[in-house]
């Protein structure tokens, strides 16, 4: 079971600013940095934010990460079709000794 | 840019062990930990374990009695096992490489299916 809390889905049209939402504990989340991927069906995942803010190579800035106490969210600006995904977010926890992911978030455009 | 190339058996019998591997192209392979993560159908991904070039290893606490996780620093090669499989460890596998907590590149996945 997920130690990181998401919504199961968001959606929005096309231009539109989409917010996801990814709540844990001081365990995890409040001691430690989050890293965001996005995942389409069949293909592997790929890192989208790391250290709480910080854009992985590539990646639009219309994707962005924030973080605050035991709480983070990812936006995604300007909505396009190929947005149409599975966002997860991650961290290591402490008391878990381990890497947890997100119950994840499909977000429909 | 590194890749991640893994391989293994796709179907296995229920008590069986799981065994897959990953070699590690184009990129260093001594500065990182290395990881394999799992998606079962329908569900989220979960973090089963990662190990470092030293060989220290750092398990899911739900899996830590059935996984081990190996390297071989002179194949640029790090491996999976998971013993006594059940319908339940049905998924598909990612090998990945960590960075700064990130997993920034992953392998093609591998889809391993348990069934009688």
């Known amino acids: 079971q997920s130690v990181l809390t998401q919504p199961p889905s968001a959606s929005g049209t096309p231009g539109q600013r989409v917010t996801i939402s990814c709540s844990g504990s001081?365990?995890?989340?409040?001691?430690?940095?989050v890293n965001w991927y996005q995942h389409l069906p069949g293909t592997a995942p790929k890192l989208l934010i790391y250290?709480?803010?910080q854009r992985h190579s590539g990646v639009p800035d219309r994707f962005s990460g924030s973080k605050s106490g035991t709480s983070a969210s990812l936006a995604i600006s300007g909505l396009q079709s190929e947005d149409e995904a599975d966002y997860y977010c991650?961290?290591?926890?402490?008391?878990?000794?381990?890497?947890?992911f997100g119950t994840g978030t499909e977000v429909s455009v | 840019q590194v890749q991640l190339q893994q391989w293994g058996a796709g179907l296995l019998k229920p008590s069986e062990t799981l065994s897959l591997t990953c070699v590690v192209s184009?990129?260093?392979?001594?500065?990182?930990?290395w990881s394999w993560i799992r998606q079962p159908p329908g569900k989220g991904l979960e973090w089963i374990g990662e190990?470092?070039?030293?060989?220290?290893?750092n398990y899911s606490p739900s899996l830590k009695s059935r996984v081990i996780i190996s390297i071989d620093t002179s194949k640029n090669q790090f491996s999976l096992k998971l013993t006594s499989v059940t319908a339940a460890d049905t998924a598909v596998y990612y090998c990945?490489?960590?960075?700064?907590?990130?997993?920034?590149?992953w392998g093609q996945g591998t889809l391993v299916t348990v069934s009688s």
């Open positions: 250290s709480n803010n």
């Open positions: 001081s365990s995890n989340i409040g001691s430690n940095t």
């Open positions: 991650a961290a290591w926890d402490d008391s878990l000794n381990g890497y947890v």
């Open positions: 184009g990129g260093p392979f001594n500065n990182s930990y």
């Open positions: 190990i470092n070039h030293s060989g220290s290893t």
């Open positions: 990945a490489r960590v960075k700064r907590f990130a997993i920034d590149y």
